[in-house]
């Protein structure tokens, strides 16, 4: 079962209610003025992004041969891990080879990674692209190329 979530807005110095329904499931959870609640802050993902950065791995697959057959999902993982952006790291310590540093790329789905985790993962990817791929072009280029691709619409 989902976590619910009750949308805040940020106001100077606060957080309040973004709607009614908030407001209301806030009341009927018994929170008054003073309470101090725990809270895990996340700013929600304009599903837009995640068509982008689909749009994104296309555009890589498609013209940089070292991706050439790979689907738009695995084409991210792998350059999550290229760019060590949005990765778990640990110290594998392996038999008859020594400390080996292993990166697991994040999930960066919606409930997994917040609007600013995935600005911050997504632009990593395009300058490690525009730094080892496409040297001629900036990650703010490579950004508008993929909003040009019909998967981001």
Known sequence: ?????????VTKGA??????YSRERLRERGYRVGDVLAAD??????PAFFRLAHAFGKL?????????????????KRLQIEAN????EMLLNLPGVGKV???M??????????DGQFREVYMGMCRHVAERYWS???????AAMAETMPEAA
């Open 1 to 9: 079962m989902s976590k619910e979530r009750i949308m805040l807005r």
């Open 15 to 20: 957080l309040e209610p973004a709607d009614n």
């Open 41 to 46: 802050l996340r700013k929600p993902r304009n």
């Open 60 to 76: 890589v697959a498609d013209n940089i041969e070292e991706f050439s057959g790979m689907d738009a999902h695995s084409v991210l």
């Open 85 to 88: 952006v949005g990765c778990d």
């Open 101 to 103: 540093l292993y990166r």
């Open 105 to 114: 790329p994040q999930s960066l789905a919606f409930d997994s990674m917040d």
């Open 136 to 142: 001629g072009l900036s990650a703010e280029q490579i």
